[in-house]
T-cell receptor
């Protein structure tokens, strides 16, 4: 299909780990991304992974990539209330020397409760 | 510095008005983008400029007119908009594999 798919909502308790999942469409996508959007704000690039990697860790964030299943996940360790936001998965559809065309998933709303 | 600056942050306009959204980056990025985001939806690509030339127009209505005066600036000129054009308009710029977004202009068309 043409869509990048994500579950729409995730609720976790403060201090627990959060795992947000994404299924992308194009096995030849070279880069896959996770963006965070807080209410009324723009998109913040959280992390990204190159397709020849299986895992990337950056402080509390761990990205796992399963190319065979076209599955991407973002794990947030020790989730805090400040992590409450919408998380978008994105893949590159077109990458030229001049620009990148990204396709976004619908976004997963993460709610962190005490 | 990974900052993309957009002005204004909020804009209310009537259907007969002409207004412009502005975007600026000083990271030396040669690709700049306009996205439109409706509430509770992902961003949708509108336009891409690469090396100050329009590279992608995603079949956007002519009431939206982009302009790239130089490599640091990107404008979006608005004329005769409809209420359904109310949305968050996001500017972005990129270098290599990273795409950075501004905080957006929240546009309301009355």
């Amino acid at each position: 299909g043409e869509d990048v798919e994500q579950s729409l909502f995730l609720s976790v308790r403060e201090g627990d780990s959060s795992v947000i999942n994404c299924t992308y469409t194009d096995s030849s996508s070279t880069y896959l991304y996770w963006y965070k959007q807080e209410p009324g704000a723009g998109l913040q690039l959280l992390t990204y992974i190159f397709s020849n990697m299986d895992m990337k860790q950056d402080q509390r964030l761990t990205v796992l990539l399963n190319k065979k299943d076209k599955h991407l996940s973002l794990r947030i360790a020790d989730t805090q209330t400040g992590d409450s936001a919408i998380y978008f998965c994105a893949e590159i559809k077109v990458r030229t020397g001049g620009y990148n065309k990204l396709i976004f998933g619908a976004g997963t709303r993460l709610a962190v409760h005490p | 510095d990974t900052e993309v600056t957009q002005t204004p942050k909020h804009l209310v306009m009537g259907m007969t008005n002409k207004k412009s959204l502005k975007c600026e980056q000083h990271m030396g990025h040669r690709a700049m983008y306009w996205y439109k985001q409706k509430a509770k939806k992902p961003p949708e690509l509108m336009f891409v400029y690469s090396y100050e030339k329009l590279s992608i127009n995603e079949s956007v209505p002519s009431r939206f007119s982009p302009e790239c005066p130089n490599s640091s600036l990107l404008n979006l000129h608005l004329h005769a908009l409809q209420p359904e054009d109310s949305a968050l308009y996001l500017c972005a710029s990129s270098a290599q594999e990273k795409l950075f977004f501004g905080s957006g202009t929240q546009l309301s068309v009355l």
